[in-house]
């Protein structure tokens, strides 16, 4: 199950359409776990919104004008850890997932999607998962943000998900038992595994264990 903000997730739609996003904020303001703080027509309008309103997910078309979705997502990870990005696009073709992903993006999904769908997406990218439709989609998350984890930098904050299979590792659960509790796949947990060995310059799982006891993350 998913760790809960315990407030509404706060969204930015930026896709050049008004129209869209006019039907996209209807919806999200309809659904008491969301609150829309604002919209954005172009790239730089996203990224002025984004510092304004410091929102949990924005949802972006890849192809904004301006700058392309994959180029404020890149500009936003170095303003805000915080801030997850959903891509919500008519182009689904494979450059265009890759791109999405090694930008910084958490997912992807295309346009005619359900709200439901999307909705479920959007509190997995809150939360710091990673979405691909699809019963492979766990394998194509993993194949896409392999290559991202390599550039990555260490040091940053961990995301909601990252800090419960930390506190998982360190209470001793393996990898694949953390997978099963937190309903993910294996896959998937190694890669989140793989930031956090990456965020906290760690070596081992004791690494792991004495930061989450640092931090008051797990009682002793």
Not at 44 to 51: F, L, P, Q, T, V
Not at 107 to 123: N, R, S
Not at 150 to 172: F, V, Y
Not at 179 to 200: F, G, Q, W, Y
Request: aromatic residues 6%; neutral net charge; contains cysteine.
């Amino acid at each position: 199950m998913l760790q809960t903000i315990g407030r509404p997730i706060k969204v930015l739609l930026a896709d050049g359409q008004q129209l869209f996003r006019a039907g996209l904020r209807a919806l999200f303001e309809a659904h008491d776990g969301f609150e829309v703080v604002g919209e954005a027509e172009s790239g730089k309008e996203a990224i002025d919104r984004a510092i304004e309103a410091k929102p949990d997910v924005i949802i972006i078309d890849n192809l904004l004008p301006g700058m392309g979705g994959a180029a404020v997502t890149r500009r936003i990870r170095t303003l805000s850890q915080r801030t997850e990005v959903l891509f919500l696009t008519s182009v689904h073709t494979e450059e265009a997932v890759q791109e999405a992903f090694e930008s910084g993006g958490r997912g992807i999904l295309l346009k005619d999607c359900d709200f439901e769908e999307l909705t479920y997406a959007a509190k997995k990218a809150a939360h710091g998962d990673y979405y691909i439709a699809g019963a492979i989609g766990p394998d194509l998350v993993d194949t896409y943000v392999k290559a991202h984890l390599k550039s990555q930098r260490p040091g940053g904050l961990m995301t909601l998900r990252e800090q419960e299979l930390a506190r998982l590792l360190a209470d001793g659960y393996s990898t694949k038992e953390c997978a099963d509790i937190m309903n993910i796949s294996p896959k998937t947990a190694e890669t989140h595994r793989a930031s956090i060995m990456k965020k906290l310059k760690a070596r081992n799982v004791t690494d792991i264990v004495k930061y989450c006891i640092r931090n008051n993350m797990i009682e002793l």
